[in-house]
């Protein structure tokens, strides 16, 4: 089966650095994608690693161990926009989703 | 560039009664297209995928159904609605021939089943 695990909740302050892990088990993997969702909204893309190493994408950063099956999501000088939920997902011949990881950021 | 359209919003429906939900989607052709369900305050579970018209992929056995019978249109239904069917609907398309592509998500339809 197929099963992608991340922390349930995260907080932090305004202008400090998070990073939400991510674990996954699964076949036909082509690379980890990275999404946003604000409460009560629509999934939006962040990012996707499809080889090992750090992708960079203004203040957010993502990384991905293929070796591992292992990513995590590196968020920078958070804002208060920035409380959300994470997801990543395995983008494969489908794309299959992890619990999400719920971020507040408090001022 | 792609948008996809879902209506309605939001659904209150009775136990027992038919369900059908409707995705369309512009700026696109032969897209990947994909049902998710999300819980509150849960992760989104993917019910069905689509790689072309007819093409249906069912992930979890449960009371839905999904068809494409058109490139781009993808539908849900139930012949009768259980109390467990609530939650938030999400379709998505994806661009074919790259799984390494972004998955672009719909509004949404927020079911409850009473």
Not at chain 2, 72 to 86: C, G, N
Not at chain 2, 103 to 110: C, E, N, P
Request: proline share 5%.
């Amino acid at each position: 089966g197929q099963s992608l695990e991340q922390p349930s909740e995260v907080t932090a302050v305004e202008g400090a650095i998070v990073q939400i892990n991510c674990t996954y088990q699964t076949s036909g993997f082509y690379g980890l994608s990275w999404y946003q969702q604000h409460d009560g909204g629509a999934p939006t893309f962040l990012s996707y690693n499809a080889l090992d190493g750090l992708e960079e994408t203004g203040r957010f950063s993502s990384f991905l161990s293929r070796s591992d099956s292992y990513g995590y999501l590196l968020l920078q000088e958070l804002q208060m926009k920035d409380s959300a939920s994470y997801f990543c997902a395995v983008n494969g011949d489908k794309l299959i989703f992890g619990t999400g990881t719920r971020l507040q950021v408090f001022p | 560039s792609q948008t996809i359209h879902q209506w309605p919003a939001t659904l209150v429906q009775p136990v027992g009664s038919p369900l059908s939900l409707e995705c369309t989607v512009e700026g696109t052709s032969n897209p990947n297209l994909y049902w998710y369900r999300q819980a509150a305050g849960r992760g989104l579970q993917l019910l069905f995928y689509s790689v072309g018209i007819g093409q249906i992929s069912s992930e979890v056995p449960q009371n839905l159904s999904a068809s494409r019978p058109q490139d781009r249109q993808f539908i849900l239904s139930s012949k009768k609605l259980l109390l467990s069917d609530s939650g938030f609907y999400l379709c998505a398309l994806r661009r074919p021939r790259g799984e390494n592509t972004e998955a672009f998500f719909g509004q949404g339809t927020r079911l409850t089943v009473v």
